[in-house]
C-alpha cells in the first residue's frame, strides 16, 4: 500500500493514544452543540407542517449543507486527514474554515480523531467502533449508539502530538483551530442574517436560522455520524479491508460520497471512494474540479493496478 499519513501514528509509537480529559468548557460546548440543533431537529417536522418554512430558507439550508459538508469531505477528511490531494494555501484554509462551520469540532480535532479511528478500526482504541461491545443485538444497540454520537460525550481527548503533528506544525490551520468560536458561531447566525435582509424582516431571520442554522447543523451532524455508525454495520464490502466498513448507497447523494465506505477503509488514501460502476461521489467531482483549476495537485486518483490490490479475490 502507498504510504498514508495515519503511518507514523500507528499503534504502539511513542506517544500515548490519549492526552488526558477535555476541558470543562469543552465538553459544556459540545453538549450544547450537539444537542440544541438536535432539538431544532425533532421539532422541525411540526414546525414545516403548514408554516415557518419557505423556498428561500430551503435555499440558504442546502447552500450552507453543501458548503460545510463538503468542507468537511473534501477538505477535513480527504485533505488533511488522508492526504489524498495537495491544495495550495487558499485553498486548504478555505476548506478548514468550510469544515469547521458544519459544527464537528476544530480541523485538527477532527481529524486527530478520524486517524485514531483508523488506526484502530473496530478495535480497541477506535473512538467510535460500534463493535466494541460484542455482537449479540443488546450490544450492537448500545454500539450503535456509541458510534453514533455516544462516543462524543466522553472525556477523553485524542493525543494531538501524536495523530495530527503536521496539523500542529501548520499556522494556517491553527490559525483556523483559534477561530473555532467565532466560525461555529458565525454558522448559526449567518443564515439568519442574509435570511432577514433578502426578506426585510425578522420573520424571515429567525426561520432561516431554525432551517438554514440550527436544523441544517444538526442534519448534517446525524449524516456524518451514520458513516461512523450505520457504515460499519451493514452494506456491502467487495474491498478488503481489516475492520467492518461497508458501502451503504441510500447515504451516498447526502454524505457526498462518504457512504462508500469499505473502499475508504481499504484505500484510505484514495481521492474517489465510490470507485465502481453508479457510485455516485460528488465530493471526487469537486477534487476533480479543483484539480482542473489548478487549485489541487497530486490528487491520488483510483487506478485499476491500485483497485485490484484490494479487490476480493484478487492476489496482492
Known amino acids: 500500500m502507498t504510504a498514508t499519513l495515519e503511518t507514523p501514528v500507528q499503534p504502539g509509537g511513542p506517544k500515548p493514544m490519549l492526552d488526558g480529559e477535555r476541558s470543562a468548557a469543552s465538553y459544556l460546548g459540545v453538549k450544547i452543540f450537539v444537542v440544541l440543533p438536535f432539538l431544532a431537529l425533532i421539532a422541525a417536522v411540526p414546525l414545516a407542517w403548514g408554516w415557518g418554512l419557505s423556498w428561500l430558507d430551503i435555499g440558504l439550508a442546502l447552500g450552507f449543507y453543501a458548503i460545510s459538508g463538503l468542507g468537511v469531505t473534501v477538505g477535513f477528511h480527504r485533505l488533511f486527514t488522508h492526504g489524498s490531494f495537495r491544495a495550495n494555501t487558499p485553498l486548504r484554509v478555505g476548506l478548514a474554515v468550510a469544515g469547521t462551520l458544519a459544527v464537528q469540532g476544530s480541523p485538527t480535532d477532527w481529524v ?27 450490544a450492537l444497540a448500545k454500539g450503535f449508539w456509541h458510534a453514533h454520537m455516544g462516543w462524543m460525550f466522553e472525556r477523553e481527548k485524542t493525543n494531538l502530538d501524536r495523530f495530527a503533528p503536521d496539523l500542529m ?9 483559534k477561530l473555532l468560536v467565532p466560525i461555529t458561531t458565525l454558522s448559526f447566525i449567518l443564515p439568519g442574517i442574509l435570511g432577514g435582509l433578502i426578506t426585510w424582516s425578522w420573520w424571515g431571520a429567525l426561520t432561516a436560522l431554525f432551517w438554514a442554522g440550527f436544523v441544517r447543523v444538526s442534519f448534517l451532524h446525524h449524516i456524518t455520524w451514520s458513516v461512523n455508525s450505520i457504515c460499519h454495520m451493514i452494506g456491502d464490502r467487495p474491498f478488503k479491508s481489516k475492520d467492518k466498513a461497508a458501502n451503504f448507497w441510500p447515504l451516498a447523494i447526502l454524505s457526498f460520497g462518504e457512504s462508500w465506505h469499505n473502499l475508504h477503509h481499504a484505500d484510505p488514501t484514495c481521492a474517489r471512494h465510490g470507485v465502481l ?10 477534487i476533480w474540479i479543483f ?15 491500485r483497485l485490484a490490490r484490494i479487490t476480493k479475490g484478487q492476489d496482492d
Do not use: C, M
Open 277 to 286: 460502476r453508479g457510485q455516485v461521489d460528488i465530493s471526487a467531482r469537486v
Open 169 to 177: 506544525a501548520d499556522k494556517n490551520i491553527r490559525a483556523v483551530d
Open 112 to 138: 486527530a480523531d478520524h486517524r485514531r479511528h483508523h488506526a484502530f478500526s473496530d478495535k480497541e482504541g477506535d473512538p467510535h467502533s460500534p463493535w466494541l461491545y460484542g455482537d449479540s443485538p443488546l
Open 291 to 305: 484539480e482542473k483549476l489548478g487549485w489541487a495537485t497530486q490528487v491520488r486518483w483510483p487506478t485499476p493496478r
